[in-house]
Every structure is written in structure tokens, then in C-alpha cells.
């Protein structure tokens, strides 16, 4: 076996084996949620990262594990998977069971794992653009290198919060990344037809934010552009904001099975070309870094580790009814001055 893939990308074969693990982990999780989803186990609403999987895995390569911030919106199974979350609480979660992060009170869209420092999972569409921008500033008051990566959507770039936070992220030199994921549609809208300049990395350019458009379905390309930022923004200590080009190979939600809507069949299936799970698997059997059967050997692995997973959330039991008004307000006194 090589010492490293290649020039262009200097990962070990042990590295590359791993990137795999994740993306495969993240792609069979996801198909299970679905499932969770149609088989009436997982209620309120559902929104999967299938197709973007070398996004979140390419930027938490970048991050300093257990150091630094990320939060994000409604499409949040991926990242606190790839961080150190359990993926029994997060399933739990998912199918609205005492054993999740929100015990089982939050479902799908309000994961959150403070011990690893993943912030969210936020339902409200950009309203969580703010909170991204205040754990940058956090770090600063508090004079630690921590670096915060925001991620939101290409229809969430159009909330007026996006705006006001670039101004102050800018203004105050916060260590922030907002990642845009350009996955072409705001649930059914495409791109054109919600944004009157379809180049969204231009939004932090008025504000004096370094700015830049990036290829998300190349896992490679993703950990290059990724680890260039966030080192810059660490040293630099100011904002940055990235657009980040995906297509979603599922809808928008679980709940969307119409999406022949708003786009076609052949459309899919020529994006279906730059699926980033097929072109890693092409890499490594094309570099001779694992064999065709080595990986299908991972592929049934982690099909199976998932099943259990989904077997283990799916005893835990739901949210006794008593419990509704718990972990909703604190009954914390203030301490004395203060």
C-alpha cells in the first residue's frame, strides 16, 4: 500500500480509509432516518445531508476537535456525528425518544451536544445566524483561539438577520465562518428565482468580509479550501464568508416526495455524476489504496452498525407526558449581584 495518495492530496491511505468510514457512516444514517420517517417513527419534520456528506466531513477535518464552535440549522445529523456525538442519542432524538439530546422533546432539528461544542440545530430559518456569530465573539472576550463556523442555507442568506450579523461579525473582527450551503434550492425555489445576484459569496463583500465561491462535492478540494480558511481566520482573527456549491439527492424533507416539481429527472442524474460517497470510492480503488472488496467489506460494516444503532433509539422510550414543561425554563435563582 502507497505511504500517501498522492501529491495532490498527501492524506495517508489510513486517513483516506477513515474520510470513507465518515461519509459512508453519514450517507446509511441519513437513508435510515428516512426510513424512521416513513415508517411513522420519526414525527415533526426531517431534513437529511445526503449528497453533501464531503461538506461537513471536509470541514470538521479542519476544526480543532472539542476546541472550536459549530452550529448550524435544520440539516444538523452530519456534523455532530462527524464530532463526537453518540449516534444513539442522536437517532433517539430523531424518533422522539427520552434517550436523545433534547430527550426526545426536540426531534430532527434541535440536536445539540454542548460537550463537543456543536451549538445546533435551529428550526427558525437564519435565526440561528446571530447565535453563530456570538460564539465567535465568546471567543474573543474571552481571548481564546477558538474559531466558530456558521452554517445556513442559500434561502437562509436572504433573512434580514444574515445581513445585520455580517455587518456586526465585520465590525467587531469575530473569528466566524459562515459556510453557505448551495445546494441550488430553497425547498422547492430554485437559486434564480430567490436571489436576485445567484453569486451569494458576494453578500460579504460590502461589509469588508473576505469571500469566495468552493466546490462542496469533492471531499479533496473540500479539506484544502477548509483548512485554508480556518487557519486564516484563527491567525487573522476576522470573518469569512464561503459558498459552498452541493446538490441534495434527496427533497428538501422527508416529507418531499415531489421534488420532479421543481427539478428533472435528468438533472439529477447528471448531478448524480459528481455524488461525493462514488467518486472517493473511485479514487481509492483507482490509487490502489483499497480494493473493491475492502470497501464493501466497510460498506456492509457500517450498514450494520447503523441498524443496530436504529435498533437501540428505537427501545428507548418516549418522553413521559409530565415531563413537557421540564428542561423549558430555568428555576435557577439569580446569585446575589448579578
Not at 470513507?20 to 426510513?35: A, G, H, S, T, W
Amino acid at each position: 500500500m502507497a505511504k500517501s495518495a498522492n501529491l495532490e492530496h498527501p492524506q495517508t491511505p489510513a486517513q483516506l480509509e477513515e474520510f470513507y468510514r465518515q461519509m459512508v457512516f453519514i450517507r446509511r444514517f441519513e437513508e435510515k432516518c428516512n426510513l424512521a420517517y416513513r415508517q411513522g417513527k420519526a414525527g415533526g419534520y426531517l431534513h437529511v445531508y445526503i449528497g453533501m456528506e464531503a461538506t461537513a466531513i471536509g470541514w470538521n477535518a479542519a476544526l480543532k476537535p472539542g476546541w472550536d464552535y459549530v452550529i448550524t440549522a435544520y440539516r444538523d445529523h452530519a456534523q455532530p456525528l462527524l464530532m463526537g456525538a453518540d449516534p444513539v442519542k442522536v437517532m433517539a432524538e430523531i424518533m422522539g425518544r427520552q434517550g436523545g439530546y433534547s430527550h426526545g422533546k426536540g426531534g430532527s432539528m434541535h440536536i445539540y451536544d454542548i460537550e463537543h461544542n456543536f451549538y445546533g440545530g435551529w428550526g427558525i430559518v437564519g435565526g440561528h445566524v446571530a447565535m453563530g456569530a456570538g460564539l465567535a465573539f465568546a471567543a474573543k472576550y474571552r481571548e481564546e483561539d477558538r474559531v466558530a463556523v456558521c452554517y445556513l442555507g442559500d434561502g437562509a442568506s436572504n433573512a434580514g438577520v444574515f445581513f445585520e450579523t455580517l455587518n456586526m461579525a465585520s465590525l467587531w473582527d469575530l473569528p466566524v465562518i459562515f459556510v453557505i450551503e448551495n445546494n441550488e434550492f430553497a425547498m422547492g425555489t430554485r437559486l434564480e428565482y430567490h436571489a436576485s445576484d445567484t453569486h451569494l459569496y458576494k453578500r460579504g463583500e460590502p461589509f469588508g468580509i473576505k469571500s469566495e465561491r468552493v466546490d462542496g462535492m469533492d471531499l479533496f478540494t473540500t479539506l484544502e479550501d477548509a483548512k485554508r480558511i480556518v487557519d486564516w481566520v484563527r491567525t487573522n482573527q476576522r470573518p469569512y464568508l464561503v459558498e459552498v456549491m452541493n446538490y441534495r439527492f434527496a427533497g428538501h424533507g422527508a416529507a418531499d416526495n415531489d421534488r420532479q416539481l421543481y427539478r428533472t429527472k435528468e438533472e439529477e442524474d447528471e448531478n448524480m455524476k459528481r455524488d461525493p460517497l462514488a467518486r472517493l470510492r473511485k479514487y481509492l480503488v483507482d490509487k490502489k489504496i483499497c480494493s473493491d472488496e475492502k470497501l464493501e467489506a466497510v460498506e456492509e460494516e457500517i450498514s450494520d452498525q447503523v441498524e443496530k444503532i436504529y435498533e437501540a433509539a428505537d427501545a428507548s422510550p418516549f418522553p413521559d407526558p409530565h415531563e413537557v414543561y421540564d428542561h423549558v425554563y430555568s428555576d435557577m435563582a439569580p446569585e446575589a449581584g448579578h
